[in-house]
């Protein structure tokens, strides 16, 4: 009886063409493919997707592409951490099935592939959408693809880019792709700045200091029945702002599904969402209100 293939090592793949093959084996087994789309600098985070993809499928497939379509700001992707060798080794260590590392031109083999045309209902339109215009088309686009080429059962998104999550979610169903999203709680440093590859770039007393976010997260979801919206916006910006070398970029309270801002006291379903520089780093982060 052929039980299908047996994964010992791990897989380091570059292209179209020798990852399909691959997948269609697994899946022609009856395996369960588990994809975790990330764009490298691996940290626990994006690991805490892969162990839970490992034991949701047969199979774990982690990309890493620095999506260059999806930065609206051409220094942050120059200074955007590469570190393929150690992103190899973490997966490797944490028992990754394969890794599928493409090239520019695998993903956009002509300028056709760079944009998907989806409307995305508004779900764009504020905070990071606001903030980063392009970002989420860029995203949105790389994701369907990867999402064509791996064909998984189910993908591992993290609720730390809640609104990345929602869009994705909304795509699927848009295109009634046969792909379960499953989102996964964010990971974060013991005192509370959420895990991110840009951390790296934070000085030491940058990375001690961000501790203010989630505090400030905190607080306002401690406030949240005794204060305004408005008040409770203005309360977190001051936080982080009172901080040395942190700047609020913004400060949203919105509805965990549609994304839209929440301005009167309708407070069901409101989630707090904040973009902020340390320095030259831009950090985000969000918390479920109610
Ligand atoms: P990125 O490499 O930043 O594109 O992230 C790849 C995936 O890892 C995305 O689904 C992120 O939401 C997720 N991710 C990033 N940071 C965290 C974290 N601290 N906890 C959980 N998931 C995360």
Redesign the pocket.
Known sequence: MNLGPIYFSMEILHTIGSLQPYINECKAHQHKVGFV????ALHQ??L??IQQSLKENDITVCSIFVNPTQFNNTNDLANYPRTIASDVQLLEKEGCTVVFIPDEKEIYPSDAFKTLKIDLQGLDKHMEGKYRPGHFTGMVTVVKRLFEIVQPHKAY??K??YQ?LKIIEFMVSKFKLPIQIVA????RESNGL????RNARLSAEQRKNAEIIYRALLNAKRNFLSMSVTQLKKQIADEINSCKDFKVEYVEIADADSLKPIIDNKKNNAMAFVACFAGEVRLIDNIHLS
Do not use: I
């Open positions: 789309p990330t764009m490298g985070g994006h805490s997707l998104f993290g730390k880019d990345q996964c709680e964010t990971l959420a895990m991110s590859s």
